[in-house]
């Protein structure tokens, strides 16, 4: 964000230097209108994105925990459904010797 500032304030002044040159024709005026304003929105924006991208931040870690959470539960069941196979693969084999 800090470059972005650094881009706009830039930005900013190399307008006013142009804008220096255009004042003698008399559209000054309305060309550092247009930069104030520009620059207005602009630090609006920015404002406004900092909350958003927080919100995003916030959130985007809430899923990734839910998902590792997930992933964990998962590992678990893999290894009761292994356990399980192995429990039904030893009752079919003492079946298999009782029906001999």
Known sequence: MDYRRIGIVAA??????????????????QLENTVYDTHRRMVKLDTGL??????????????????????????TLQGIAEENQVKIDRLQQTLDNLAV
Do not use: F, H, P, Y
């Open 12 to 29: 900013v002044a190399g307008v006013a230097v142009v804008m220096s040159g255009c004042s003698t024709t008399g559209g000054g005026s």
């Open 50 to 75: 900092e909350g958003s991208v927080t919100k995003l931040n916030e959130t985007t870690a809430e899923l990734i925990a839910r998902v590792n959470q997930s992933d964990q539960q998962v590992r």
